[in-house]
């Protein structure tokens, strides 16, 4: 396709290259998820917000990643439904828009691994200083470090996109189904060794302070609960880090996955499916697994499924 066929704003983007009647069915799929991620993290929300009960600093971080999941899955699944649907000639996007979707889509999984880091925190908090819980977890240090869960990714986001955006540009093909750092550099044939230095640097900050800090946390906790001899505080402490385990053991790994594909570009599909699995499979297992945690959510979804049973036998 000609470079001349397009303004110098606009980007050719790749998409996912899938078989022609695998769209609607992947159309159809995708829907179907992104509709749940709103339903239950949107719900999910609310619920802690319109319950009393719930007022309490474990849930209410808890909004920080369903907002965020939110925040993630808007940014990419509306943009790919359209592209689903669109002629590979007429999927294209404007520079403006790459940029803040390659913004968006940084801070979204910066966001993740921050807010996973204050929810480590507050089951420290619980677990190993029971008796100070009341007094350190207050509403205020719940907004200190939901603040610093946000700031702290949007400064090493913005800088990030900042030094990528200064580049001249010399393509205009993003060889992806949408726009992150790494497409955004590549479009210039200036050095990028600024860009890579300090990419690099952002990544073993965010990766190291979370992985360093997460694994210190649940170290001590783990430690906590070999030395107690009360069954019912292990019980408890198991469930509530099983599943803050489980959702960040995906997140690691599909990130490291992403991180090393993008050295490999015979490998891009590859890397497509590992985006796919970051931005669309755990915003939809988070909700899934943190909500039919909470006591109060169980109780709601088996009273509706309940009320469903009895609608449909009395249809009948």
């Not at 319950?51 to 790919?80: E, K, R, W």
Request: charge should be positive; charged fraction near 10%.
């Amino acid at each position: 396709m000609e470079n001349s066929t397009f303004g110098k704003d606009i980007l050719i983007l790749e998409g996912f290259n899938l078989p022609s009647q695998s769209y609607i069915p992947s159309f159809i799929l995708l829907l179907i998820v992104y509709f749940f991620i709103m339903v239950s993290n949107i719900g999910l929300v609310v619920l802690i917000l319109r319950s009393s009960g719930l007022h309490q600093p474990m849930y209410l971080l808890l909004c920080n990643m369903s907002i965020n999941d939110v925040f993630g899955a808007t940014i990419i699944i509306p943009h790919v439904l359209r592209d689903l649907l669109t002629p590979d000639s007429q999927r294209v996007i404007r520079y403006t828009d790459c940029v803040v979707q390659a913004f968006c889509v940084h801070l979204h999984a910066s966001a993740s691994h921050t807010v996973l880091m204050i929810m480590a925190f507050d089951r420290y908090v619980a677990i190993c200083n029971p008796l100070r819980y009341a007094t350190i977890m207050t509403h205020r240090m719940v907004l200190v470090l939901s603040v610093w869960a946000w700031a702290i990714p949007l400064l090493l986001v913005g800088i990030l996109i900042g030094l990528s955006v200064r580049l001249s540009r010399c393509r205009w093909n993003i060889v992806h189904f949408s726009c992150n750092n790494a497409s955004l550099f590549k479009l210039s044939c200036e050095s990028v060794l600024i860009n890579n230095i300090y990419g690099l640097g952002y990544t073993v900050v965010l990766l190291g302070s979370s992985i360093g800090s997460v694994t210190l946390t649940y170290l001590r906790i783990a430690m906590v609960c070999l030395r107690s001899k009360n069954k019912t505080l292990n019980r408890k402490a198991l469930q509530t880090c099983a599943t803050h385990l489980a959702v960040y053991a995906i997140l690691l790994v599909s990130g490291f996955i992403i991180i090393i594909l993008h050295r490999f570009p015979q490998l891009a599909a590859h890397r497509k499916v590992a985006s796919v699995m970051l931005l669309v499979v755990l915003p939809a297992l988070n909700a899934l697994i943190y909500g039919l945690q909470i006591k109060e959510v169980r109780q709601r979804v088996m009273a509706l499924f309940h009320r469903s049973k009895v609608a449909s036998m009395d249809a009948k």
